[in-house]
């Protein structure tokens, strides 16, 4: 392996640790990356507590990659939660169990593992030239020979050559950090199979039905067409605002469910958040297949419907609705806000409507939001065209790992723990298609 020299392109969790692999095995490594410094997806990712995995049992964990669990079952064989806390514990990084199962660095943060991690591939214990870091090098793809690789830098073009190559180029939100999925027509045009990337963990756009009094009258009143977004009124008043324990549900038409309680928030234009992003695979094929999905939102999801029922059907004498239904009911802000915004006057003051509208709104759904603001990519790179080692069987010495390939996760850790295992198998990959 002493004279042998590999390319890993992208600088990610899913980049570093393929290179921490090759490089512990004395392999020359030279790491490009487009961006002047590496792992910016990876700090933003410790800006809100860095979840690095999570602690729950290894089937449920697996069963979080959807249709990619066998894929992605194989690679935490290797490297599963476990041993990436040993991982962090090697670089001094103390890690700990939320309530919510899920495991964080000590501090939360992303930054004190990502210095010691560089610090460690720069200067390995091992000792070694360590890795070779060719910051602002934005890979174009290959020479006319079809093998040299070809980088815009700086300087101009610059040009290499290796025995193996790594890809982990992440997918493409959040273009501004150096993930910009711009590799998807390189690999593509040397036939190598891509699904389209699509936004995962995302926040929607939701369409409103808009009722307006009949001629000259206030009531009955008539539906005009749904319109894209929130009324002016409930996007300038209500947009950032959570909505603090609801329960969601939806199924879609092959009759999956989602159900779950938690909280969102509102946007400018529609809904993001935890348990909207929970959900949001499943809501962004059905948008996908038939043009709109329909969430049903459980204001109040300690109270029975029988309850809900009673409460809003008891007499209020004098009082205002509003006022009715925050006494009786505790509803008030964005959730009595939502129920005017959604709701007709007529369904506004028909109890048993309105209870019902309580325990199941119907929310329309009708885009989800740009692939650059997700959270995760969708797509990526198929499995059917990779080794069990991540290599392309098209281009052989071509590697692929983290998140540009095809599969998707919630968030929780999921993320993470798949780009460090797919990053350590494609480096382990490497050493064994050198070794042979
Ligand atoms: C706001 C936010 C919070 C998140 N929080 C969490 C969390 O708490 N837990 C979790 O598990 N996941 C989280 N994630 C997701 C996680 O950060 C990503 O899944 C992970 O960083 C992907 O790793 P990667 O190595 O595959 O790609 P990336 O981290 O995207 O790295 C790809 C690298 O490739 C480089 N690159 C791209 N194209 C080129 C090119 N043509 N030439 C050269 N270099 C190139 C980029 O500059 C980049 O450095 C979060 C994501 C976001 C946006």
């Known amino acids: ?124 214990v091992h000792g070694g030239a360590g890795v070779q870091f060719h910051m602002r090098h934005r890979w174009l793809g290959w020479a006319e020979d079809g093998r040299t690789l070809r980088f815009d830098t700086p300087q101009g073009e610059a040009r290499a050559q290796a025995d193996a190559v790594v890809l982990a180029l992440g997918g493409g939100s959040w273009a501004r950090l150096g993930s910009n999925g711009a590799w998807v027509p390189l690999l593509a045009a040397r036939g190598v199979a891509v699904a389209p990337l699509l936004p995962a963990n995302c926040g929607f756009d939701v369409a409103v039905q808009r009722h307006l009094p009949a001629q000259g009258q206030s009531l009955p009143v008539q539906a005009v067409p749904a319109a894209a977004g929130w009324s002016e009124f409930f996007a300038s008043r209500f947009a950032g605002q959570p909505f603090k324990t609801v329960a969601v549900s939806f199924t879609n038409a092959q009759g999956l469910t989602f159900q779950r309680k938690g909280e969102f928030v509102a946007t400018a234009t529609g809904v993001e958040g935890s348990l909207i992003y929970a959900a949001s695979s499943l809501l962004r094929d059905e948008i996908i297949r038939t043009g709109h999905a329909t969430l049903y939102l459980d204001l109040l999801p300690d109270f029975t419907p029988e309850r809900v029922l009673a409460e809003v059907a008891h007499p209020r004498g004098s009082r205002s609705l509003s006022s009715h239904l925050k006494s009786r009911l505790g509803l008030d802000g964005i959730k009595m806000a939502l129920l005017h915004e959604l709701l007709s006057k007529d369904e506004m003051h028909d109890a048993t409507r309105l209870a019902a509208a309580i325990k199941a709104l119907p929310l329309r759904l009708v885009a989800a939001r740009p692939l650059d603001e997700a959270i995760s990519s969708a797509g990526g790179v198929l499995f059917e065209v990779l080794n069990d080692d991540l290599m392309c069987a098209a281009l052989p010495r071509l590697f692929c790992a983290g998140e540009m390939l095809d599969w998707e996760a919630p968030t929780g850790g999921y993320l993470l723990t798949a780009c460090f295992a797919s990053g350590r198998q494609a480096g382990a990959g490497v050493l064994r298609y050198l070794a042979a």
Do not use: C
């Open 1 to 124: 392996m002493q004279n042998k020299k590999v390319a890993v392109i992208g600088g990610g969790p899913a980049g570093l640790m393929a290179a921490e692999v090759l490089s512990e095995a004395g392999v020359a490594v030279d790491l490009y990356d487009a961006m002047p410094s590496v792992g910016r997806k990876f700090l933003l990712a410790g800006k809100g507590g860095l979840n690095l995995t999570h602690s729950e049992s290894a089937d449920r964990f697996a069963e979080r990659y959807g249709e990619r669990r066998t894929q992605i079952e194989a690679l935490l064989r290797s490297f599963g939660p476990q041993q990436l806390r040993e991982w962090a514990h090697g670089l001094g990084i103390e890690t700990f169990v939320g309530t919510s199962g899920r495991v964080f660095p000590a501090d939360m943060k992303a930054a004190p593992l990502l210095r010691a991690w560089l610090n460690r591939l720069r200067h390995p």
